[in-house]
């Protein structure tokens, strides 16, 4: 079971998840280049970019002086399915609620 | 708080609906995804107390849920509890609502409301607008789908 509360946590603040989302359109980006998602210090980014790979959000590359940072895709696949499970559960019962109520009305 | 809200029409009377949504023979035919079979249960929505159902999917993977029954106002609304009991302990619990009422075309009008999709502590991010943002995820992932 992943530890989805840390990444609600550490996608709750509006910096981190626009920093998320930036990374999940473009791909594999340099800590420079995610520096406009928001007016912050550098190292209020930087803080950011921690929190994020605590919870297993993103991970980070070094390569040669740059930071490269990416989203892990596992973690975005975890919280999408359990937000997801309610949604098709309910789909699938009430599928079967409507099939139910029309076998009893004939 | 996070929230799920599904909207359904019917084409049976809200009594009926209702009877639907409460009583342990019918909430036995549809309480779960296509191909749930419902093994032990306690399962009765007309009357306030716990309740569980042990769930087989398709699969034959086994689920557990449970939780209690709040409110009971025939033959309007019920509100229960639910969680998943996990192996490794049990899920965040959510608190569902079920409301019928009469259609304009003469069925029923069905809305669930599911809250508090989440653990407690992160309270203050779910007002923060979590809910649209876990959508715009969704939207972002299916899109990174299928460009790649």
């Keep these: 079971m992943p530890d989805l509360t840390a990444s609600f946590t550490a996608l709750g603040n509006a910096t981190r998840f626009a920093i998320v989302e930036r990374l999940l359109q473009k ?80 | 708080m996070a929230t799920l809200t599904m909207q359904r029409v019917f084409d049976a009377p809200p009594a009926k609906v209702f009877e639907f949504l409460t009583q342990t023979e019918n909430l036995l035919n549809w309480w779960g995804p296509k191909g ?53 302990g049990f899920g965040p619990e959510s608190t569902i609502r079920f409301e019928v009422s009469a259609s304009d075309t003469g069925g029923t009008y069905l809305l669930l409301t599911q809250t508090g999709l989440d653990p407690e502590h992160i309270d203050d991010m779910m007002k923060k607008g979590w809910n649209a943002a876990l959508l715009r995820l969704e939207n972002l992932v299916t899109l990174t789908k299928n460009g790649s």
């Excluded at chain 2, 032990?40 to 209690?68: C, E, I, T, Y």
């Design chain 2, 36 to 88: 749930t079979k419902i093994r032990d249960h306690s399962l009765d929505f007309s009357k306030v107390g716990p309740w569980f159902a042990v769930m087989v999917g398709p699969n034959g993977g086994v689920a557990k849920v449970g939780g209690d029954v709040l409110e009971v106002r025939a033959p309007h609304a019920i509100e229960l509890t639910l969680r998943f009991m996990m192996e490794d």
């Design chain 1, 27 to 106: 791909g594999e980006l340099a800590a420079g280049e995610l520096r406009d998602v928001e007016d912050i210090s550098p190292p209020a980014l930087s803080r950011h970019f921690k929190v994020l790979l605590e919870a297993g959000i993103i991970s980070q590359r070094i390569d040669k002086q740059r930071r490269l940072y990416s989203v892990r895709p596992e973690a975005i696949k975890d919280i999408n399915e359990w937000a997801m499970s309610y949604r098709q559960f309910w789909d699938g019962s009430f599928e079967r609620l409507s099939i139910a109520l029309k076998s009893e009305g004939r």
